[in-house]
């Protein structure tokens, strides 16, 4: 199951509050304080695990409780420290304070560890208060207190090239036949359902990291259909495959379809609205052959001619130009500065 976003609650442990103790054995009825510390509450961290690719485990366990550790006692003994509590995330999570909305943290590195609550320290027992002037103490300090936040939790995944494009363009059929993914391909709009991942091994072992997303529809960035879900995942690549089918099955425009989805992207957010992109005019091979050339040379010259967009020619299904095609999405994504922070999503009013 996939699923990329959760809210959680977490807690570090309290501090361990201090003892108040007085040594009493026989022969030494006044042996003096020994009140021992309390010890330190458990600590809550974010910690990547390059493994996970979903969120889904925090949507089963939407508590996450470190323990508090314990109070001092007699003989100078300190209180045990409560436990830390890791909470493992995959790689490419942001963490939001659900309250504030304030970014928390940002996972881009295996094995990255991030504190989101600190355990309390532990009290001190009378036994620390003791000097030469004050050789009785009766003071004790407490636990320091829990912290306890609710999280949002999403999942942005970190791939080289985002595929986008309508339901049915072919983008499952191109990250298939560009990658080794097994990508679900059916003649029906959102075959896909759920972001995936695939590898491009091209020359000289170079490799392109590809998603694939639901496909977009009018209206996505407003959260009509189910590519505003996942639109988040290519706020991170550093190019975008942009798919067109060149026969589009509903008899529509190519290029008023470009012109739909560039739409959706600068609605989204001002990062998709710049990132570089490369046009493939996708199912060349359904144009009739006789006048397939033509045909492409004028759907192409619109192209350049109302939106100042080369696109390629190519064709998922059979093979031809895709190879082409990665090799110009290559060179983008080299040409590309790598991602930093996110900008902001556009809300509506």
């Not at 009766?138 to 636990?143: A, F, H, S």
């Not at 392109?208 to 529809?217: K, N, Q, R, S, Y």
């Not at 290519?234 to 529509?252: F, K, M, N, Q, Y």
Request: glycine letters at 12%.
């Amino acid at each position: 199951m996939f699923i990329d976003t959760a809210v959680i609650t977490i807690r570090s442990g309290k501090g361990g509050d201090g003892r108040s103790h007085f040594r009493r054995v026989k022969g030494n009825a006044k042996g003096g304080p020994d009140g021992g510390n309390g010890g330190k509450g458990g600590t809550v961290t974010a910690v990547c695990d390059p493994h996970l690719d979903t969120l889904a485990h925090l949507g089963f366990r939407p508590h996450w409780f470190a323990t508090p550790g314990d109070p001092g006692d007699r003989k100078h003994q300190s209180g045990k420290d409560g436990p830390d509590l890791d909470v493992p995330v995959p790689l490419g999570t942001q963490i939001f304070d659900a309250i504030t909305g304030e970014l928390v943290a940002d996972v881009t590195q295996p094995g990255e560890r991030v504190v989101l609550a600190r355990g309390g320290s532990g009290g001190f027992g009378n036994d620390h208060f003791k000097s030469a002037v004050h050789q009785a103490p009766l003071e004790v300090t407490l636990g320091g207190a829990a912290i306890e936040r609710a999280l949002r939790v999403e999942l942005s995944l970190i791939a080289d090239v985002g595929l986008v494009g309508l339901p049915n363009a072919g983008k499952s059929t191109w990250l298939k036949a560009s990658t080794r993914a097994n990508a679900k391909v059916a003649d029906y709009p959102f075959t896909t359902l759920a972001p995936q991942l695939g590898i491009a091994a091209l020359a000289d072992d170079r490799r392109l990291v590809i998603a694939d997303l639901p496909g977009l529809i009018e209206g996505a960035a407003e959260g009509v259909g189910l590519g505003h879900d996942f639109l988040r995942h290519i706020e991170r690549t550093r190019a975008i495959l942009h798919v067109v089918s060149a026969v589009p099955e509903d008899g529509s425009d190519p290029v008023a379809n470009y012109r739909v989805i560039r739409r959706e992207l600068a609605e989204f957010s001002d990062a998709l609205a710049h990132k570089r992109e490369v046009v493939v005019l996708n199912k060349i091979d359904l144009l009739p052959e006789f006048e397939r050339e033509e045909r492409l040379k004028a759907l192409i010259e619109r192209f350049v001619k109302e939106r100042s967009v080369s696109p390629r020619a190519a064709s998922a299904a059979t093979g031809i130009g895709v190879r082409e095609a990665t090799e110009a999405v290559w060179a983008v994504v080299q040409s590309s500065p790598p991602e930093g922070e996110v900008t902001p999503r556009r809300t509506s009013a």
